[in-house]
């Protein structure tokens, strides 16, 4: 099946500054690649996602990238605000969706 | 518009006890898929349903069942719980196949003594 790594784990920035967070799939059918923010003791939310057919999407301060040909994607954050703070999670998806392990930010005031 | 409701929101039970959890999907959505999510891990998928019918399963054990119902609101059950049970179980809904963007629910916290 597939196996989705995600990284780092932890971040930490200032506010103002960028995050970037990286992951990795091994499934060369993976098709939609989905990006969530949760926040303690919700569900997680979709904040954006990308199509294999598409490189790049970008919604606001918000973008996705994805390289298929490495089968890696990642987003990118900008101008982070102290709301942006939560734990975010990568998934690629064929026939079910996988989840990477989740990366906790921490946007600094 | 509502969005994806699951209820009960938390629920504490024994070992060898059974329980079901519930949700509804978003209105004109007729997939639902469940989601065991371990406290710091990502969520585990369990079970997709579509019009009615099971269309996938995770790597879960037979003591985990569901279904979907005309309305396309779903059950999930758990036979003689575990302890390793106890997660938080997430309902998703889409308008179609798991290709497509799922909304997930508040979830349904468990916690097997």
């Known amino acids: 099946g597939e196996n989705v790594e995600q990284h780092p784990s932890t971040l930490s920035v200032q506010e103002g500054d960028s995050a970037v967070i990286k992951c990795t799939y091994s499934?060369?059918?993976?098709?939609?690649f989905p990006w969530y923010k949760q926040e303690l003791g919700k569900g997680p939310q979709l904040i954006i996602d990308?199509?294999?057919?598409?490189g790049e999407k970008k919604d606001q301060r918000i973008a996705v990238t994805l390289n298929k040909t490495a089968k890696h994607f990642s987003l990118h954050i900008t101008e982070t605000q102290p709301e942006d703070s939560a734990v975010y999670f990568c998934?690629?998806?064929?026939?079910?969706?996988?989840f990477g392990t989740g990366t906790s930010l921490t946007v600094i005031p | 518009d509502a969005g994806v409701t699951q209820s009960p929101t938390h629920l504490i039970k024994t070992r060898g006890q059974h329980v079901t959890l519930r949700c509804s999907p978003i209105?004109?959505?007729?997939?639902v898929s469940w989601y065991q999510q371990v406290l710091g891990q990502g969520p585990q998928f369990i079970f997709q349903?579509?019009?009615?019918?099971?269309?996938g399963r995770g790597n879960f054990p037979d003591r985990f069942s569901a279904r979907q119902f005309p309305n396309y609101s779903s059950e999930l059950n758990v036979n003689a719980l575990l302890l390793g049970d106890s997660a938080l179980y997430l309902c998703?809904?889409?308008?179609?196949?798991?290709?497509?963007?799922?909304?997930f629910g508040p979830g349904t916290r468990l916690t097997v003594t």
């Open positions: 990308i199509r294999s057919n598409v």
């Open positions: 209105s004109g959505h007729k997939s």
């Open positions: 998703a809904s889409s308008l179609v196949g798991v290709s497509y963007e799922q909304y």
């Open positions: 349903y579509y019009e009615k019918e099971e269309r």
């Open positions: 998934a690629a998806s064929f026939n079910q969706f996988y």
């Open positions: 499934d060369s059918a993976s098709n939609y």
